[in-house]
């Protein structure tokens, strides 16, 4: 019996995200009519970059996805014995064990009396393909994911350095300002001495003059007094 369809939301987007977008997909799998299918993409190919390879994964992580792969492989489960129930057979047992296939299709003959080899690898075929599309189609997704934040990074980046670049500028000209207003601080002394000094002038000869012509007042008072 089928079991309900996993939910793969969760994989690489939050369920805030999931609501924005369809959260239902339906595919059409001309080999075999199924109303379990894993959603995705019609795309079957399967290829991951080298580099993504040289990632270290955590544990919790391939954990988790390994469980959300083998739920989604269960809700693939079609009515009666098929793949799925000669699948589970092998791997309950030892799958590198040529014994035990011959073992599991005998039994699976008693099940099922129309259990054949080819029956069985055209219906494995199906299980790969449904299975190669939910990974072509979260690849994408996760893609997506990755290029938004790598696009948001770099524009946050751009503005950044643009914000940076600005305010150098801005402190390059206070810089300059400050430089200009010091070397105007600067020459407020020269300037002041030389009127200081010619001003310092001024009242010494003024205060001369004045003791010289008071001198020369002074000896004609005198005079008057003396000799007149």
Not at 186 to 215: F, G, P, V, W, Y
């Amino acid at each position: 019996m089928a079991k309900e369809k996993f939910n793969w939301k969760g994989l690489f987007i939050h369920e805030k995200d999931a609501a924005k977008g369809n959260t239902t997909e339906k595919v059409e799998n001309n080999t075999t009519p199924s109303t379990n299918a894993f959603p995705g993409n019609t795309n079957t190919s399967t290829k991951f970059p080298e580099e993504r390879r040289k990632i270290s994964v955590d544990d919790s992580v391939l954990g988790s996805i390994i469980e959300m792969y083998e739920a989604g492989f269960d809700s693939l489960n079609q009515p009666g014995y098929d793949f799925y129930e000669f699948f589970k057979a092998v791997k309950s047992v030892d799958v590198d064990s040529p014994q035990i296939y011959k073992m599991a299709l005998t039994m699976a003959r008693g099940v099922e009396p129309k259990v054949t080899k080819s029956a069985l690898l055209t219906q494995a075929d199906f299980y790969i393909q449904e299975i190669e599309k939910v990974h072509r189609h979260y690849e994408i997704q996760g893609n997506a994911k990755k290029k938004q934040i790598q696009d948001t990074q770099r524009t946050k980046k751009s503005n950044l350095t643009a914000e940076i670049s600005a305010l150098e500028k801005k402190l390059l000209e206070i810089q300059n300002q400050i430089s200009e207003k010091k070397n105007e601080l600067h020459s407020i002394d020269a300037n002041m001495i030389t009127d200081i000094a010619d001003i310092d002038q001024k009242i010494i000869a003024n205060d001369t003059a004045r003791t010289k012509i008071l001198e020369t007042i002074t000896s004609v008072v005198e005079g008057i007094k003396n000799h007149i």
